[in-house]
């Protein structure tokens, strides 16, 4: 390993492409920890611990995961990249319905990058709708539940005390959003310049941000048996989840020689790899989207009897109606998701254009359905296993007391275990093409 290592920042342009990324995750962590102005530091502190030791901060748990803490910090990347994440779902949903944006799709790069414009131009509009509703929260002391103090409105632009208020969040609000564009750039030039995908690379870190934190909460708490016990089990499930991720059904595909011009082509064999996991973690980010919808409307109208019943159902996150209701959605919409990116006649029809059939398969409607029922086959185990996988933090908040930012469960360990394989190979495949070896021996 430490060898494989050696040999990584050995080669010259592998090496600097890997220290670049580097220096860019340690401005992006610099960021995070950098407060807005007109934030009162010190009572955000204590605000933070005391949501996080009531598990207070169930409403916002998502998005300050993301943000590595930054969120119930109000630092300049308190938004962190999720308004980036939230974009791309969109974008990638909304190509199966506009006609405009499948078109893009297919025209290749030039279309891709047209898309990636649109994404970004979507994901400044949601991080101003976003920073607008956490700076009002945090000015109306709702974004600590029972806790305010936490932005200073005071006077100093010689204007009336409404204005200089309104003055005073929309600076906040204008930096928050600048700082979500700035996460998108640092991102768009680990792509480029650096080593794997920006984007995951920054959500990597901000989830490793949260695990020294989290773990050394369980240890102080409970004492050394318990933190020995959740690294054992942490690291087990950890070991299953990339047994899970790496898992993939083959379906072999043979392509018919057929002659073009004078050249032969044709003749090989190849497979289609469908993975237990299809969706990935996107099934999750939406599950917990849609359960934000009810509980943001208990902060905004607390005095309602139906936001004091989500209030007391859906904040904490280790309520059984919330457990159930996250894991049903979880089931549903890794179903939904995995039915408009995959589409079996497209790759039917694909197949049977070029000249390829499933061994014992009949070209065109027959593939199409074969192809259907392995799919269904795979989605449920695949749904069921990202539904546990996520339930995992609610089962250590009732066991351990742990804040809902436990590290060894749902999305964090999904992302942690995909982000990691897929960086490692990025690398093992550079190192490749220099001497024929791999990044792990």
């Known amino acids: 390993m430490l060898s494989a290592f050696a040999n990584a920042f050995k080669t010259p342009d592998l090496r600097r492409k890997m220290l670049f990324t580097l220096l860019i995750l340690v401005v992006f962590r610099i960021g995070s920890t950098v407060p807005v102005p007109y934030v009162n530091v010190q009572q955000v502190d204590v605000c933070r611990k005391a949501a996080e030791t009531g598990a207070q901060a169930g409403l916002y748990s998502l998005i300050n995961l993301f943000s590595g803490g930054a969120l119930l910090q109000l630092a300049i990347f308190a938004l962190g990249i999720m308004p980036y994440i939230t974009a791309s779902i969109i974008l990638q949903l909304l190509t199966v319905v506009v006609p405009r944006l499948e ?9 891709q990058n047209k898309i990636t414009q649109y994404t970004r131009y979507l994901t400044l509009v949601l991080a101003i709708l976003n920073s607008t509703a956490f700076v009002t929260l945090a000015a109306n002391d709702r974004l600590f539940p029972g806790c305010s103090g936490v932005v200073r409105l005071s006077p100093d632009f010689s204007m009336s005390p409404v204005a200089e208020d309104y003055v005073i969040l929309a600076m906040m609000v204008l930096i928050m959003t600048a700082g979500t564009g700035l996460v998108m750039w640092l991102g768009e030039l680990i792509t480029e ?8 690379l920054l959500i990597f870190t901000q989830i490793a941000a949260t695990f020294p934190t989290a773990m050394w909460g369980i240890k102080q708490a409970k004492g050394w048996v318990p933190f020995i016990l959740v690294m054992v089990v942490g690291l087990l499930v950890m070991a299953g989840v990339i047994f899970m991720e790496l898992g993939q059904r083959r379906i072999p595909v043979q392509y018919a020689k057929r002659m073009v011009g004078r050249r032969m082509f044709g003749g090989t064999t ?3 790899p469908l993975k237990v996991n299809q969706a990935g973690v996107i099934p999750v980010i939406f599950a917990s989207s849609m359960l934000y919808i009810p509980t943001l409307y208990s902060q905004f109208r607390p005095e309602d009897p139906a936001s004091q019943w989500i209030a007391a159902n859906f904040v904490k996150g280790d309520h059984p109606i919330y457990m159930a209701v ?28 070029y000249g390829g059939f499933i061994p014992g398969i009949r070209a065109g409607k027959p593939t199409e359905k ?15 296993y990202l539904g546990l996988i996520s339930l995992l933090p609610s089962i250590a908040f009732i066991l351990f007391q742990a804040n809902q930012n436990f590290p060894f469960g749902g999305t964090s360990l999904l992302i942690i275990v995909g982000v990691g394989l897929d960086t490692v190979k990025q690398i093992e495949s550079k190192l490749q093409q220099r001497n024929y070896e791999g990044f792990l021996r």
């Open 193 to 200: 310049r650096g080593i794997g995908n920006g984007m995951s």
């Open 370 to 384: 074969y192809l259907g029922f392995v799919l269904s086959r795979l989605t449920l185990p695949g749904s069921l």
């Open 326 to 353: 996250f894991f049903l959605l979880i089931v549903g919409f890794t179903y939904f998701y995995v039915a408009i990116t995959f589409d079996p006649v497209e790759v039917a029809d694909n197949m049977k254009k």
């Open 103 to 111: 078109a893009l799709k297919k025209e290749g790069a030039s279309g």
């Open 270 to 272: 190849t497979y289609i």
